[in-house]
């Protein structure tokens, strides 16, 4: 059973650059697309952008100038790399397996929070 | 402010029948059969219950569906039980970025 798991600071000064990792334990990354998906506190979910283990991604326009996916060389994990954020940036981060043809994610990690703050 | 509309609540007793909205526009819901619905629970992950307006994964009780009707989505909870008591958020893909709904927090009375 495929298992997602995010890890990186909680705690990221404005301007500065967030970044996190999802490691994926039970399976292979390849073959799939991973996604990131935020929630900032009492709002709703908004997808940033995914990649497949090829390098292939693809970013939301609203978050595109900023935003950055890697994939380990271990291929067992993959990043997510946010520059110049602010306040607006504070919310729960998920790593999620995209479900490739049905376009929904279909294995989620249990979120971290990160909080935009000096 | 999210791109698909869901009601900030809804409720029901147990045993009950629930219906979730979620309204988009003929761009994205009423265009694409790529409707999916996902149950956050504090705690845990995040749980596909629907995908494709109407299929279930493997493992989601047959109490859950999905229809469509023009630009609305719908999910239905049946025979609901308390475990079913979580926020629900609606989500569509128009070939471009995925959209969600602000979500819907089901109380089970």
């Known amino acids: 059973q495929v298992q997602l798991q995010e890890s990186g600071p909680g705690l990221v000064k404005p301007s500065e650059t967030l970044s996190l990792m999802c490691t994926v334990s039970g399976g292979s990354i390849i073959s799939y697309y991973w996604s990131w998906i935020r929630q900032p506190p009492g709002k709703g979910l908004e997808w940033i952008g995914y990649?497949?283990?090829?390098?292939?991604?693809k970013y939301s326009p609203s978050l595109k100038s900023r935003v950055t996916m890697s994939v380990g060389t271990s291929r067992t994990q993959f990043s997510l790399h946010l520059t110049s954020t602010t306040a607006a940036d504070t919310a729960v981060y998920y790593c999620?397996?995209?479900?490739?043809?049905?376009?929904?994610?279909?294995?989620w990690g249990l979120g971290t929070m990160v909080t935009v703050s000096s | 402010q999210s791109a698909l509309t869901q009601p900030p609540s809804a409720s029901g007793s147990p045993g009950q029948s629930v219906t979730i909205s979620c309204t988009g526009t003929s761009s994205d819901v009423g265009d694409y059969k790529y409707v999916s619905w996902y149950q956050l629970h504090p705690g845990k992950a995040p749980r596909l219950m629907i995908y494709e307006v109407s299929k279930r994964p493997s493992g989601v009780p047959d109490r859950f569906s999905g229809s469509k009707s023009g630009n609305t989505a719908s999910l239905t909870v049946s025979g609901l039980q308390a475990e079913d008591e979580a926020d629900y958020y609606c989500s569509s893909y128009p070939g471009i970025a995925w959209v969600f709904g602000g979500g819907t927090k089901l109380t089970v009375l």
């Open positions: 999620a397996r995209h479900l490739i043809g049905s376009e929904a994610f279909d294995v």
């Open positions: 990649i497949h283990y090829s390098g292939t991604t």
